[in-house]
């Protein structure tokens, strides 16, 4: 791992709810309070949902450097996507983070809200230029609002860290596929930690379906489609040990 933090792993964190959302900063407190991993962070200075996979081109993107707890964090005048290609380009922090995970964003982004979404903008950057990365998101529509805390993503959070762990182990064992990334969705009741790989197909196996069900839902896609079948079949084998 190209990380230059000895043994621990480099996660690099980003969203599009904005540096400050408490989405991202409970993902980046659970995974600091691990002392597993190193931890950066270059997220939009803003809001930037809905950004797709969005890049500024005919305008400045600025960087400033912001205070988040454990973790050495940037904030980017710029998309979710903007800020992926930022961070992992080395000319902010000097080697590629080993993972790349988005979020954690405000509601589900399942079916085609993906096309949609700058969470999975975010990661999909990543998995443009070889970087493993997660896009993760919590089904709490019911909390649009509210004026939410980091407490409010807290379980979710967590309910992601042994997923993060294993995705991290498969990497360093040079066993995980390159051609995907994962979208997931986790259920506003997660206390089960039930998790569902779904291909995403036109039937009643789908994300959705699944996190309607109670399940973390768990989605290998590639670039703008269901990721290839070979991928399917290692994460439908990988995830029940995880």
């Known amino acids: 791992m190209e990380n230059g933090n000895g043994d621990k792993p480099t996660v690099m964190v980003t969203n599009d709810d904005g540096i400050d959302a408490p989405g991202l900063r409970a993902l980046v407190h659970a995974l600091v309070s691990t002392n597993l991993f190193h931890v950066l962070v270059f997220a939009p200075d803003s809001e930037r949902s809905a950004a797709s996979h969005c890049v500024s081109w005919q305008r400045t ?7 988040v707890p454990g973790a050495t964090a940037f904030a ?10 930022l961070g992992i380009s ?11 995970v988005s979020g954690i964003n405000l509601g589900c982004n399942c079916g085609y809200d993906i096309v949609y979404s700058g969470t999975v903008g975010g990661a999909r950057e990543a998995f443009f230029h070889g970087i493993p990365s997660v896009a ?7 909390m649009v609002g509210r004026n939410l805390s980091v407490d409010d993503f807290t379980l979710c959070a967590e309910a992601c860290i042994p997923i993060i762990t294993a995705i991290l182990a498969e990497i360093k064992n ?5 051609n995907c990334f994962l ?13 569902a790989e779904t291909p995403a197909a036109d039937n009643d196996d789908t994300d959705y379906s699944s996190l309607q069900a109670g399940y973390i839902s768990v989605t290998p896609l590639s670039a703008l489609s269901p ?4 991928s399917v079949a290692f994460f439908k084998k990988w995830l029940p040990a995880v």
């Open 76 to 85: 980017v005048s710029g998309t979710p996507a903007d800020s992926t290609s």
């Open 90 to 100: 080395k000319k902010i922090f000097p080697s590629v983070p080993d993972l790349v």
């Open 227 to 230: 990721a290839e079948i070979d």
């Open 61 to 67: 993107v600025t960087v400033k450097k912001v205070d």
């Open 183 to 195: 979208n997931i969705n986790v259920p506003r009741e997660v206390g089960n930690h039930k998790t």
């Open 136 to 142: 993760v998101s919590y089904d709490c529509y019911n």
């Open 174 to 178: 040079k066993t995980y596929p390159q």
